[in-house]
């Protein structure tokens, strides 16, 4: 069965501070997406990034940076020199190749205090 | 480029009642999903379209929604009748899968419907 785990319910940090938030997945499957989505207290679901089961490759995008490790079935998320704006609940979801279906973790609330 | 589009934003209505929701995808996507987030969970898929045909409703409490996507463009999305446990947010969601592949899922700003 596929299964996705956030195992940080909430985390707190100060402005500036690093932060990294947790993913853990599992399938059967050898080729699948994960992803990375942010929803800010308005509700809306925010596309961050995706990742094919394929590249291993860690991406960084502004002060966003993401960690692929099949090893450990695990696909972390670390925000550098956090902001107020980051406050969010960020879900990791991952889809495989045939159903699409994507199958979210619980969330990760994280709020950033100034 | 517009995204996804939902009405109405917000919904209160007493159990038992009947209730609609609507989605407009992002124009050109294929597949339109609606999902359900229970307050403190990630969001689980309900339904899935692929243009008007349905891909996957294994999670679809059929016994009171309904779902339909005509003309494969528009869906809506019916609960009837309605249940305190339905109180949540319903998220639309599109993406393009022209050709099968997997891609992105684009979501909606979703309806908060609460069920009294």
């Known amino acids: 069965a596929q299964k996705v785990t956030q195992a940080q319910t909430e985390i707190s940090v100060v402005e500036k501070e690093d932060v990294t938030l947790d993913c853990v997945y599992e399938t059967r499957d050898t080729t699948y997406y994960l992803f990375w989505y942010k929803q800010p207290p308005s509700g809306e679901l925010v596309f961050l990034i995706r990742r094919n089961s394929f590249d291993e490759q860690n991406e960084i995008s502004g002060r966003y940076s993401w960690n692929f490790q099949k090893s450990t079935s695990s696909f972390n998320f670390t925000i550098t020199a956090s902001q107020v704006v980051d406050s969010a609940v960020y879900f990791c979801a991952l889809s495989e190749w045939i159903t699409d279906k994507l199958i979210f973790g619980t969330g990760t609330r994280l709020q950033v205090f100034p | 480029e517009a995204g996804v589009a939902q009405s109405p934003r917000y919904k209160i209505i007493e159990k038992r009642q009947s209730v609609a929701f609507w989605c407009n995808p992002i124009?050109?996507?294929?597949?339109l999903y609606w999902y359900q987030q229970i307050l403190g969970q990630g969001p689980k898929l309900l339904i899935q379209?692929?243009?008007?045909?349905?891909?996957?409703d294994s999670q679809l409490p059929k016994d009171r929604f309904s779902a339909e996507r005509l003309k494969g463009v528009d869906s809506t999305l019916k609960i009837q009748p309605a249940k305190l446990e339905d109180s949540a947010v319903y998220l639309c969601?599109?993406?393009?899968?022209?050709?099968?592949?997997?891609?992105?899922?684009?979501f909606g700003p979703g309806t908060r419907l609460t069920v009294l």
């Open positions: 124009s050109g996507h294929a597949t």
């Open positions: 379209f692929q243009n008007n045909g349905v891909v996957d």
């Open positions: 969601a599109s993406s393009l899968n022209r050709d099968g592949s997997t891609d992105t899922q684009y």
